[in-house]
Each structure stands twice: as C-alpha cells, then as structure tokens.
C-alpha cells in the first residue's frame, strides 16, 4: 500500500494506492496536513510506503512526525532515477519536477515527451526518446498572473479565473482575462509548436489545478492528465525499490 504526496505551493494532494487501485484523492490544507494524514492513515490495515515530493512548506518536524505513519521516502536529486539528468544544475531541479520526468520516462520510455504542470507555476520538463532530461521552463500560473498585475500597478483590480476572456477585451476586466489567460494559452501552444517542430513522435501531457480549464482552449493534440504527479510518485516509488 502506497500514500503518495504532493506538497505544492498553494495545496497539498494526497492518494491512495494499493493492488492497482486508487483508494481516494484528497486536497489538504497545509494547516490540516497532520491531523488529515492521521484520519486516513489510522483507516488502513497496514503500515504504508509513503512517497512525498515537496516543494511547499512542510518543515523538518512535520516531515518527522511523517516517518512515523509509514515508511517515508522523500523525492531529491539524490534518488535511483529513471532517467538521465542532462539539467546543468540537477540539485536545484525541484522535486516535484524530478516526479514529473520520472514519470514521463516511465510511463513512454521510447517517446519524446513533454509534461506541463499548470498549478502555482507552469512548469515545462521534457524527456526525449533516450530518457535523457533535459530541461524545461517555468512561468507564472494564471493566478500569478492575475495577482501580479494587481501587485505592480495603481489602479488594476485583483480578479480571478473567468471562463469570459474574450480576444479583444471591451472593459477593463475583460482585457485583464484575455492577457492573463489566452496569453497562458499562446504560451502553452507556442511551447507545444516548437517542441514539435525539434522533436517527431512528441507525447504532451497537461496536469496541475488549471488544466483541465485551460485545455479547453490550446489547440494541439494532448492528454491531460489532472494527478499526473501523483500517478508518477507511485511509479516512481514502484521503481526505486524495484
């Protein structure tokens, strides 16, 4: 039995895994980490494997008091990887980001591949058809965005995801959810297009908290994939001890 962990910077994920079988998804507040830990580890029949990446702010105690709910392994640049890290500075690679590739490499070993994770951050990591990673991008998710532009200038007004974001905005608000998100989604496609153009048989994967709205407007051809994190942690952890 598996209990994967996804520590982001605004939310936690938590899964269950056990015999091929997702026993429950849940959304934690960073406040609530140890007494929701503790509700749906005390429910199991067993001691669990847990494998966390973290990128959030889970301190040193809490990862303790952790390692005492089951077997703990914590993602870093130090692990058995599935790939070969080609990132000119692997120990600052994330490791949310180093679950992402393994999970790429894992899942389509003979592919090119791309993952873009659309949470706090979008994250682009791309994995070619050797395993080789070799890197990416990071650029403010969509709610950065909308806070950034209500943080830097006078008068802009802090708003939050539309499903209105017309081309040509006809108010102030309007053109704030145009720049913010069909700019998020150029973006997206853009990335998608010259990936494309360098590399033949391109596998895309879109995961994160927006994905889902956001896949609604990007043009190419991808799958996307909500916990993609958390289906690589248990592949990954599969992996590392096998």
């Known amino acids: 039995m598996i ?5 982001g910077n605004t ?14 998804f849940y959304h934690i507040a960073t406040k609530d980490f140890r007494s929701q830990i503790e509700n749906i580890t005390e429910k199991l029949p067993e001691k669990p ?8 702010k889970l301190n040193e105690y809490q990862l303790k008091w952790l390692a005492t709910k089951g077997f703990l392994h914590i993602v ?14 692997p120990h600052t690679l994330g490791a949310d980001r180093i679950a992402l590739a393994a999970g790429l ?23 070619n058809q050797r395993n080789e990673y070799l890197g990416g991008a990071i650029s403010p998710g969509l709610n950065l965005r909308y806070k950034s532009l209500n943080d ?24 704030i959810h145009s720049g913010v998100i069909n ?35 990007i043009k190419n051809n991808i799958f996307v994939r909500s916990n993609f994190l958390i289906e690589s ?8 001890n096998s």
Do not use: H, M
Request: some cysteine; aromatic content about 12%; hydrophobic content about 40%.
């Open 11 to 24: 939310r936690i994920k938590v899964a269950v895994y056990d015999r091929n079988t997702w026993g429950g």
């Open 183 to 217: 700019g998020a989604v150029a973006e997206i496609d853009g990335f998608i297009n010259e990936y494309k153009t360098r590399y033949d048989n391109l596998t895309v994967i879109l995961t994160g908290g927006d994905a889902i709205f956001l896949a609604e407007s």
């Open 49 to 56: 494997f847990i494998i966390i990446s973290s990128v959030g």
């Open 76 to 89: 870093s640049a130090n692990d058995k990887l599935p790939f070969e890290n080609k990132y000119a500075t």
């Open 152 to 175: 830097y200038t006078a008068k802009l007004p802090l708003l939050s995801i539309s499903d209105e974001y017309p081309l040509t905005g006809t108010s102030t608000n309007q053109s």
């Open 3 to 7: 209990i994967a962990i996804d520590v």
């Open 105 to 127: 490499a894992l899942e389509f070993p003979k592919r090119n591949k791309l993952v873009i994770d659309c949470g706090t951050c979008i994250t682009y990591d791309f994995v």
């Open 233 to 240: 942690l248990v592949l990954y952890y599969q992996y590392i």
